[in-house]
């Protein structure tokens, strides 16, 4: 097997140590030794011990943090989560972005993992993080990937359950929200929070927006749990400067650039055969300009075509095809 297709495959292992997979994987690292592929087989070893540890940690995490019925609560007519937990299996983390955005993404892991390290000299991990830019080039995928690999559950805000139309009930069960996950580690994402921040002035429901947006400025403001809060926005302009203030770091999702692009396709026709007189670069100089959603989507759309013609190859011409057939959605 192709050794780059290898390491995809163990880094997509969970790492549950009764689980048939990880005893196979073991025995792939040990027959890639034999043959003589050292450098090959320590780095499938050390995929799968990381895969192992943060896999029991996070059992063990999950055992003590999540006391039975004590999780997320309701709105109070008609009872529907206030949040949802997103299942760790479920998680997107498999990113290609710029040095500069994965060195800040990096960081905000790295400061959270130290976190005890830290508080012995009175320092504090970034907590709270707003990550901004245009429409898919991974704001919540990035959130996902923290909550993977910090390995703590993921619980995303349901703004549609938080507003309420009865008056007063949306601050409250923001409040409910916060105080309820006080204690509990986890990565708690507000998706498209300008949602709530640009309805201060956009007029609708003036003095009921108005107090939520009061509220989430002093739950943003004392917000101690944990964990981590990271809010995701598409328009910068839009937000609130009052709260913009309260994060500890706001970091810009770029659309990707021309390598990134060529990793993106790469990554996503990672399973197909793909024409070897193919010029990634050339490719992606026309995709420049794409949202990361729109390149996948392209590689995706290219393949789909291959597989639907019966072509053992996906050739130029099908992602020539994929691109003009999407360019319809760039800056959408
Ligand atoms: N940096 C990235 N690396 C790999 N895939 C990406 C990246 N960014 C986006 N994608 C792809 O695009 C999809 C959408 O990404 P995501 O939901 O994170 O976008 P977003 O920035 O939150 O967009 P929106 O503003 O529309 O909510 C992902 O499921 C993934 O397939
Ligand atoms: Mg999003």
Redesign the pocket.
């Known amino acids: 097997m192709n050794q780059d297709l290898m390491v995809r495959l163990f880094r997509s292992i969970e790492g549950d140590p009764d689980d048939d997979l990880v005893k196979v994987a073991e025995k792939i690292i040990a027959d890639e030794k034999e043959k003589g592929h050292l450098r090959l087989s320590e780095r499938l070893k050390g995929i799968l011990s990381r895969n192992v540890a943060t896999h029991t940690s996070f059992k063990k995490e999950l055992k003590t943090l999540l006391p039975e019925g004590t999780l997320i609560p309701t709105d109070k007519r008609n009872n529907i989560p206030l949040a949802s937990l997103i299942e760790r299996e479920s998680l ?1 983390h ?4 710029p040095k500069q ?1 994965e060195t800040a993404i990096q960081r905000i892991e790295k400061e959270y993992v130290a976190r005890e390290r830290l508080a012995h000299f009175g320092l504090k991990p970034r907590q709270k993080i707003l ?1 901004y ?10 959130a ?1 990937r923290i909550a993977w690999n910090i390995g703590l559950p993921f619980l995303k805000v349901r703004f549609e359950a938080i507003i309420s139309s009865y008056l007063g009930e949306s601050a409250s069960n923001l409040k409910k929200l916060f105080e309820s996950i006080g204690g509990y580690p986890c990565v708690l994402l507000l ?2 929070f300008d949602f709530i921040a640009k309805t201060r002035s956009s007029g609708h429901d003036v003095g009921e927006m108005h107090r939520v947006v009061n509220i989430l400025l002093n739950l943003l403001e004392d917000f101690d749990a944990p964990g981590l809060l990271i809010a ?1 926005t ?1 328009l910068e302009g839009s937000i609130d400067k009052a709260l913009f203030r309260r994060f500890d770091d706001i970091v810009e ?1 770029p659309k ?1 650039g021309k390598e ?1 692009i060529v990793r ?1 396709l790469r ?1 996503t026709l990672s399973s197909m055969n793909v024409s070897k007189s193919l010029q990634y670069d050339e490719l992606a100089i026309k995709l420049i300009g794409f ?3 729109l ?2 989507k392209v590689a995706n759309d290219a393949a789909k075509t291959a597989v639907i013609q019966n072509c053992k190859i996906v050739e130029k011409e099908h992602l020539i095809k994929a691109l003009n057939d999407n360019i319809k959605y760039n800056n959408k």
């Open positions: 997107r498999e990113m290609v972005l955005t990550f830019g245009s429409p898919g080039c991974g704001k919540s995928m990035s996902e998706d498209e995701t598409n999702m990707p990134e993106l990554n949202s990361a959603a390149v996948v």
